[in-house]
């Protein structure tokens, strides 16, 4: 258990990432974009394997050299009369973190058996290596880099240079997703694409296949965009030592067959919440709020400052109640002029901040008619007859009267408010041909046409209050929306022209009617698209 305290900003960024009860996972994407590929090339992302020196021999009097750029050497032992001993590696080494170089440096790497190499091809012939029991070195090295031994009898040897992404060596990653998306320009495109781990332990390594990704040979598509993604591959690896590589292989190799190719990798990295929390400054400036905190590796982190997060549910849900709120009592805000900065303000000042913008409200006088009264600025939240009611200055003529004994005025009921409630949405029909006259030919979603006393069927009682035509050619149509079986209750009509509103019609319907259009008149409406639709508001 640790105690400690956070500040509001520190806390902020403490759960950027998802929190479990002992973890903080942040969610990274590592992605690279080829706009074309190159001829003759295969492309290594995050790393690469690539071989220096095969079958070669080590013994007391025969070393091994090769010639490299920058990185690890990896060895694999396929056969020896001598495999117990140690390999010394002279060369320049060159420091991850700084770039120095040192001259002539010396490592030893233990050697204790041969290796096992699972290594294959694909289905166009291309390497895919697999490595059980290798050897790799500790530090990086360049140029001209010696292998010697004193005790090791070794007749079949090969040597890699070996680099590979360590995410910045955070200890504790999880490989979660192998994500492509690309173009083919040509039938004849094939593509693989290996994703490796790399899993070191003192001087042994694993290296394992963990993914492909492919596109067979004899199943490219020409000119078209491919999504290709393994998204179960859940391989956690130690950054401070491990890695992974990605090799593609674009083919024919002699061609430029792919365009906008990109290769996505998402990992999690994991932080220990206690040791993440830790980590943070008690508070990032002398101003803001301090929040005492308790983090527990079972049970997770509690803020006893009752801090709300946006990605907890029902932590409001589980606080205390109040009966009848006051106008001092005060909730939380997000300030969206001040950068969202949390804030508190009283229920008082967010009633006065509405209704003073507010000039007039429904009013329902003694008659039972409804007008509007001018509203005062004084806003509170009162009370009348036991009820809490919005009440306003009691100036006579510039108010929305509050409730008075005598029952002469009051506000309107959610009666009143629900019976003047409109909805209002569009239906349209298609006819993707020439107009027939007297027919039922416009149709909705996928082509059914409704005939007569078939289509839409009206929850609410409601009107037509508008229609619009369109005919792809001049014409004179003229097209109806009917209710149940005939009952016109709209009219629209083009009049020598592509385009018309609306003409006619009892406009009403009722509820559980059913609408649908009908061509009264083609007038010439000769070639499709020709579109109808009507403006539609239903009394709630």
């Given at each position: 258990?640790?105690?400690?305290?956070?500040?509001?900003?520190?806390?902020?960024?403490?759960?950027?990432?998802?929190?479990?009860?002992?973890?903080?996972?942040?969610?990274?994407?590592?992605?690279?974009?080829?706009?074309?590929?190159?001829?003759?090339?295969?492309?290594?992302?995050?790393?690469?394997?690539?071989?220096?020196?095969?079958?070669?021999?080590?013994?007391?009097?025969?070393?091994?050299?090769?010639?490299?750029?920058?990185?690890?050497?990896?060895?694999?032992?396929?056969?020896?009369?001598?495999?117990?001993?140690?390999?010394?590696?002279?060369?320049?080494?060159?420091?991850?973190?700084?770039?120095?170089?040192?001259?002539s440096f010396q490592e030893t790497l233990s050697v204790v058996g041969v290796s096992t190499d699972n290594s294959d091809t694909d289905a166009d012939g291309n390497?895919?290596?697999?490595?059980?029991?290798?050897?790799?070195?500790?530090?990086?090295?360049?140029?001209?880099?010696?292998?010697?031994?004193?005790?090791?009898?070794?007749?079949?040897?090969?040597?890699?240079?070996?680099?590979?992404?360590?995410?910045?060596?955070?200890?504790?990653?999880?490989?979660?997703?192998?994500?492509?998306?690309?173009?083919?320009?040509?039938?004849?495109?094939?593509?693989?694409?290996?994703?490796?781990?790399?899993?070191?332990?003192?001087?042994?390594?694993?290296?394992?296949?963990?993914?492909?990704?492919?596109?067979?040979?004899?199943?490219?598509?020409?000119?078209?965009?491919?999504?290709?993604?393994?998204?179960?591959?859940?391989?956690?690896?130690?950054?401070?030592?491990?890695?992974?590589?990605?090799?593609?292989?674009?083919?024919?190799?002699?061609?430029?067959?792919?365009?906008?190719?990109?290769?996505?990798?998402?990992?999690?990295?994991?932080?220990?919440?206690?040791?993440?929390?830790?980590?943070?400054?008690?508070?990032?400036?002398?101003?803001?709020?301090?929040?005492?905190?308790?983090?527990?590796?079972?049970?997770?982190?509690?803020?006893?400052?009752?801090?709300?997060?946006?990605?907890?549910?029902?932590?409001?849900?589980?606080l205390g109640t109040k009966a009848t709120p006051t106008t001092a009592d005060l909730m939380l805000i997000e300030d969206r002029a001040d950068g969202d900065e949390?804030?508190?303000?009283?229920?008082?000042?967010?009633?006065?901040?509405?209704?003073?913008?507010?000039?007039?409200?429904?009013?329902?006088?003694?008659?039972?008619?409804?007008?509007?009264?001018?509203?005062?600025?004084?806003?509170?939240?009162?009370?009348?007859?036991?009820?809490?009611?919005?009440?306003?200055?009691?100036?006579?003529?510039?108010?929305?009267?509050?409730?008075?004994?005598?029952?002469?005025?009051?506000?309107?009921?959610?009666?009143?408010?629900?019976?003047?409630?409109?909805?209002?949405?569009?239906?349209?029909?298609?006819?993707?041909?020439?107009?027939?006259?007297?027919?039922?030919?416009?149709?909705?979603?996928?082509?059914?046409?409704?005939?007569?006393?078939?289509?839409?069927?009206?929850?609410?009682?409601?009107?037509?209050?508008?229609?619009?035509?369109?005919?792809?050619?001049?014409?004179?149509?003229?097209?109806?929306?009917?209710?149940?079986?005939?009952?016109?209750?709209?009219t629209v009509a083009t009049s020598g022209a592509i385009s018309g509103t609306m003409t006619g019609g009892t406009s009403t319907f009722s509820a559980g009617e059913?609408?649908?259009?009908?061509?009264?008149?083609?007038?010439?409406?000769?070639?499709?698209?020709?579109?109808?639709?009507?403006?539609?508001?239903?009394?709630?």
């Open positions: 258990m640790r105690t400690g305290y956070m500040g509001t900003n520190a806390l902020r960024k403490a759960t950027f990432g998802r929190v479990n009860t002992s973890k903080v996972v942040f969610p990274i994407p590592l992605d690279i974009y080829i706009e074309l590929n190159q001829r003759f090339a295969e492309e290594n992302i995050h790393g690469a394997l690539n071989p220096l020196s095969t079958g070669d021999t080590l013994s007391a009097s025969d070393a091994i050299s090769v010639s490299k750029g920058t990185g690890k050497l990896l060895f694999v032992v396929n056969a020896g009369a001598t495999l117990t001993g140690t390999m010394t590696i002279t060369g320049t080494k060159v420091d991850r973190d700084t770039q120095v170089q040192t001259a390497t895919r290596h697999s490595f059980s029991r290798a050897y790799i070195s500790s530090n990086w090295y360049t140029s001209t880099v010696v292998m010697s031994t004193a005790d090791l009898a070794l007749s079949d040897v090969d040597v890699y240079h070996c680099s590979f992404e360590q995410v910045n060596d955070q200890p504790d990653i999880t490989l979660t997703t192998f994500d492509i998306n690309t173009f083919t320009s040509n039938a004849n495109a094939w593509l693989h694409a290996h994703l490796y781990c790399v899993c070191v332990s003192g001087s042994h390594v694993e290296l394992s296949r963990e993914a492909s990704l492919e596109i067979p040979s004899g199943d490219g598509i020409a000119n078209k965009y491919w999504r290709l993604r393994s998204g179960v591959i859940d391989k956690s690896l130690d950054g401070t030592t491990d890695g992974f590589f990605v090799d593609v292989f674009f083919g024919p190799s002699s061609q430029t067959y792919f365009q906008d190719f990109t290769c996505k990798l998402w990992i999690d990295v994991q932080k220990d919440l206690t040791t993440f929390l830790a980590s943070i400054p008690p508070h990032d400036h002398a101003t803001e709020t301090i929040i005492p905190a308790t983090v527990s590796a079972t049970t997770g982190m509690t803020l006893s400052g009752g801090i709300v997060f946006a990605d907890v549910p029902e932590q409001i849900l589980g949390k804030k508190r303000v009283s229920i008082n000042t967010v009633l006065k901040a509405h209704y003073s913008a507010v000039s007039s409200v429904p009013y329902r006088d003694g008659s039972g008619a409804i007008t509007s009264r001018a509203l005062a600025t004084d806003v509170l939240l009162g009370s009348n007859n036991g009820q809490n009611v919005v009440t306003y200055a009691s100036t006579a003529g510039s108010m929305m009267a509050r409730r008075v004994a005598d029952g002469n005025h009051s506000f309107l009921t959610n009666d009143d408010v629900r019976n003047e409630l409109q909805i209002g949405f569009v239906l349209w029909g298609e006819e993707n041909a020439a107009l027939g006259d007297g027919l039922y030919e416009w149709s909705w979603g996928n082509g059914g046409v409704p005939g007569a006393g078939e289509g839409f069927v009206a929850p609410y009682a409601g009107k037509v209050i508008g229609m619009g035509l369109f005919t792809n050619t001049s014409s004179s149509a003229t097209v109806v929306l009917e209710a149940s079986t005939a009952s016109t209750v709209g059913l609408l649908t259009f009908k061509t009264i008149t083609a007038g010439g409406a000769s070639t499709g698209p020709n579109i109808v639709n009507a403006f539609i508001v239903f009394n709630i």
